[in-house]
């Protein structure tokens, strides 16, 4: 029987929808059997029968939620009968249908709680890469709009994009944006390859799969936000993509694990173990950055784990607390090593192409640079030439990078607005005439 003993147990948020489209859930609840509780194990549940809800499943709706198009609903049961069959509990348990025995696979609960929800690391996977994809489209959007878009110069009226306060951005950005899409493709193919030939997906990669769908997509949404900025006004209208864009890149950040919560769940397994880390990458441009937060991230390692290594469990949270930032920047230099070395990995044969690392570490560095000086693991002196470093490598490489942001369009159709297409003063003024006369009439 599946059950929602308290309002606490009702599944807030699935896309249960209230129409007759039969649905078919997996409901992760606790087995308990002989009121001994054995943790919480999948089920497979068919929501409908006969095009109506199942008797004892009950769902009401949420509400509307701006931007997107799901049926999101809270869901309860009450004492809803399934078959022995629909546990999907294959490596983490097993139950003897004849007399109720159960033999566990793995002792920790924990680790049976982990292993149930193993499928979330391919849904983590699967947000970094729409976070990405949704800055890819806004960087399109803007850098077309750019174009177009004409401002007053000293030689004249002058696309927007001939500003440097304008283009550098995107072409930042997109460095990051490009690098960081290497990373969550790498992931991805790793996690299915692990599930594929050995059934689970290791700690370590688990690990590596939170910080970054966490970076990406806190990424994702500065890029939403700098772009419908740098589009003026025209950026807050619904036709220009930029709100659905916000409200798509903030549902990455809290969907399959709160980028809060999974990154200091990482922290903690990190500090836990001796500081296991990427390989120095090849490229003399890439690796002598690479060791710059390679000393950055031990540091923090050390710092942080000196800290929480008190024998007064009392002391822990307030310490931790106390940690918190240190522990943050730890995991972003982390996360930068990563990314950089799957994208290293990916362009070692186009070496023209290993500027876009380079870019992306230099910004990495410079937003760690209070934490570094901090630290006192790069001099002052050295984070204002590495600023300068990226200064003169943006100014190289802005026309190419622009030139690989007008690639991101491969779906004219979806990216079409207003602003990106066309002459948009054009089309404005066609929907006023079209509503004055239409007014007329």
């Not at 022995?84 to 003897?96: A, F, Q």
Request: hydrophobic share 40%; charged share 25%; with cysteine.
């Amino acid at each position: 029987m599946l059950n929602s003993p308290s309002d606490a147990s009702f599944k807030f948020m699935p896309n249960t929808s209230l129409c007759c489209l039969p649905k078919i859930a997996v409901v992760m609840a606790r087995l308990k059997v002989r009121g001994e509780d054995f943790g919480v194990v999948p089920f497979l549940m068919p929501l409908h029968e006969d095009g109506h809800l199942r008797s004892g499943v009950r769902v009401t709706e949420i509400g509307y939620k701006p931007g997107f198009g799901l049926d999101n609903c809270i869901t309860s049961f009450d004492n809803v009968s399934i078959p022995y069959e629909s546990m999907l509990s294959e490596g983490i348990l097993s139950l003897k249908q004849e007399d109720g025995t159960v033999t566990l696979h793995e002792e920790s609960s924990r680790k049976r709680f982990l292993m149930a929800m193993q499928r979330v690391q391919f849904g983590k996977v699967c947000m970094a890469v729409g976070g990405l994809g949704v800055g890819k489209a806004s960087l399109y959007i803007t850098s077309k709009y750019g174009k177009r878009r004409k401002t007053f110069s000293v030689e004249g009226d002058v696309p927007l994009v001939r500003y440097h306060s304008f283009s550098n951005q995107l072409v930042e950005y997109a460095a990051g944006v490009i690098v960081q899409s290497f990373w969550a493709f790498d992931l991805g193919l790793q996690a299915f390859e692990y599930e594929s030939k050995r059934g689970s997906i290791p700690e370590r990669l688990k690990t590596e799969i939170a910080i970054s769908k966490s970076l990406t997509t806190w990424f994702a949404r500065d890029v939403v936000v700098k772009c419908r900025e740098l589009c003026g006004a025209q950026g807050m209208f619904s036709m220009n993509k930029f709100p659905g864009y916000y409200a798509m890149v903030n549902g990455c950040i809290t969907a399959e694990g709160d980028n809060l919560v999974i990154m200091q769940k990482a922290a903690r397994d990190l500090l836990s173990t001796s500081p296991e880390l990427p390989d120095r990458p090849e490229s003399p441009q890439v690796a002598d950055l690479f060791d710059i937060l390679k000393e950055n991230y031990l540091s923090l390692h050390s710092r942080v784990g000196s800290l929480l290594s008190v024998k007064e469990k009392s002391d822990y949270f307030s310490l931790w607390n106390k940690a918190s930032e240190d522990m943050m920047d730890m995991l972003k230099s982390l996360g930068a090593m990563y990314a950089a070395c799957s994208a290293e990995k990916s362009l070692r044969n186009e070496n023209h192409h290993l500027f876009l690392v380079e870019i992306y570490l230099l910004d990495c560095i410079e937003k760690l640079s209070a934490s570094m000086a901090f630290q006192g693991s790069v001099s002052l002196d050295s984070l204002r030439s590495l600023q300068s470093r990226k200064g003169r490598l943006v100014s190289e490489r802005r026309s190419e990078i622009l030139d690989l942001i007008d690639q991101f369009g491969l779906d004219k159709v979806g990216l079409k607005t207003p602003i990106s297409h066309g002459d948009y003063v054009e089309w404005y003024s066609r929907q006023h005439n079209e509503g004055v006369e239409s007014a007329r009439q």
